[in-house]
């Protein structure tokens, strides 16, 4: 079901700028790359604006952000929001500083990415410190699980409501909604938590999904974070006994560059709710 | 043929300072311990002095470039071309905004690097952008091919007259000139444009080259791109079928590691024009 | 004997606040990853002190540093020395610059240090440049080798009871010592110098162990710097030979990702001076 946006992807190649942190930047680059899309990636004010203008889509990653780079977003943001560009929001690290949360919120504020994706301690965060958001449930438990999947999935469509985003929480169960929708995945390897950035490279290529289907992108979103975590799942599949998490790392790109739709509706685990 | 070249970087183990995006940085200093060379990374305009004094090339790439880095280039450039030290120029993105064109123009006009390598849309941006350069056609094509090969060879060669440079126009087919010879090149696969960086460790590579063959830069600059390029076929022939553009690029560089002179002199598909 | 070391940090988890280098940090990452630690990067000054303070420890790396990434060391150094937690120093190319020199000693001078972990030519710049440094020998010799093995492992001492930390000066022969001890460790394999950033990776993992182990800080980093060494001999015995140095990074951190404490302690080439 989720393999035609992949499609998509590969059909009209979009180019996604990304201001996005140092540590993980290659791996995000090469991921752009393994759907079919191509990567730029630019985060000084003065360059900002005529990248993102050549491009379709702009990738906000606030993992080692900085003065400059914090310019850089909201200089990008303007001009794509501008141009109608889809803007994805990844607020890494929200609530572990308070320049993060508050950039986050900012951007937020300001930029209104179409896409906002975290993990559940990232996305809280925006929440509670938020003081936008009113009438959502902060509650929420620190991992979504079975137990409290429909608190969950209520927490997230009622923060996709008040922010008029696509909000994708990631882990070992990953939601992925708008106001009215809820996807619930379930792909994934548990080993993908001993990797650095495979959450930042989906957000480059969840942009690059969300460029290439305009038209859903709570769904084209859904299918970035399938396609990740079904790559994961391939991808550990291939490993020898002696090997781990860097060629794990390798392998789950690899995946990416070799899947097809077909491999994504054959391999997706997801519900609608 | 041009394995000679290469030898010359195994024995003589130049160091080579990289001024250079941090996207592909990690690949590029790979890259070039595995040629025998070794690479040294410094962008700060207080630190770029006596780093490249210990050198004996530098490496400049606009990729990511911000107002120190900039800075940087030209502090590190001028010191470089004071001491007889080789300059290539990587003008990643020139075209693609304002400050790239400019930049790159900037610190061919101040630096006179002797070596500038890029793609063909960069080499043309850097002509067309560039009112100090006259005489030279600009209305060359956008990707050099068997069709308008004669057109191409003869713009490489006239920019690199106009320049007193060595250049490279890297691609389908490449080509290295300078005003009086042009190598013609074939050497790769079309899967390395799925990998981000290897523009990038082909100029961290050439930059070696050069340095360690200063009696001809451009047959030192075409071994580099012949050893890049056919470490592109011999790291694709190890593909498995689940293995994608992640382990590829793994490969070029393992590949490039293992090259002596021999299998460049075997592997190298080369005319000179 | 070193195997204790290692299972402390994979039932502690520690996490670890890295201001490193961007030509190696996604290598950093994924090692500390490896060994069951967490990290997370940060430079910027107003971000630093938030970010240090949910941490267990703190890994100075002054490769590619800038006037930003020294304050941010400076404030997170005085944060991190504050709340007790340990911090490493890399002095990257120490000696090589007078910034890098300067500032690590200004960073030895201010934070004092738990941990100092260089290559020999580094940790001599250290000695020689530091004027705070008296009554140690800083004629020691290029290379730790079994022909000076005393006398550089005197040196060693008597810079860690100078500074009052433990010092690991790593080469082909590494040595870990404080005032009163040094480990001399001969795990390893020469191609690990055909790697860029297996000494910053080390220093990452240097970090956790620190942390885990606060009660013998110099065992801690001993078990570290054999860990590391016995990666790479377990990496090599695993490539291919068509493989080199960029697949060899990848087997050296799945090698780390599968030690456990009895294949360390099974490793480990160790002796007690």
Chains 1, 2, 3 share one sequence.
Do not use: W
């Amino acid at each position: 079901m989720l393999g035609r946006y992949l499609a998509r992807v590969r059909e009209t190649c979009p180019l996604v700028h990304n201001i996005t942190n140092y540590v993980t930047v290659n791996d995000v680059a090469n991921a752009i790359l393994a759907v079919g899309a191509s990567p730029i990636m630019s985060d000084e004010p003065a360059d900002v604006e005529d990248i993102t203008s050549i491009c379709g889509g702009l990738n906000l990653n606030i993992g080692t952000l900085n003065q400059r780079s914090i310019e850089g977003m909201h200089v990008a943001g303007r001009k794509a929001r501008e141009l109608g560009h889809k803007v994805l929001l990844d607020p890494v690290g929200a609530g572990a500083s308070r320049l993060r949360t508050s950039t986050a919120i900012d951007l937020m504020d300001e930029v209104h990415p179409d896409v906002i994706r975290g993990n559940v301690s990232e996305v809280k965060a925006l929440v509670l410190g938020s003081t936008t958001t009113r009438g959502v449930d902060a509650s929420a438990a620190d991992a979504v699980s079975d137990q409290n999947l429909d608190q969950m999935v209520a927490f997230v469509k009622s923060f996709a409501a008040d922010r008029g985003a696509t909000v994708a929480i990631t882990g070992a169960i990953d939601l992925v909604a708008d106001a009215d929708r809820c996807y619930v995945i379930r792909n994934g390897r548990p080993e993908m938590g001993s990797i650095t950035g495979t959450g930042c490279q989906l957000s480059g290529v969840a942009t690059a999904f969300a460029v290439a289907n305009p038209d859903d992108v709570t769904s084209a979103v859904a299918a970035a974070v399938a396609a990740m975590g079904l790559a994961g799942e391939i991808g550990y599949s291939h490993l020898a006994p002696y090997e781990g998490n860097s060629t794990l790392r390798n392998r789950i790109i690899d995946a990416l560059y070799n899947m097809d739709a077909q491999t994504l509706d054959g391999g997706e685990k997801v519900e609608l709710r």
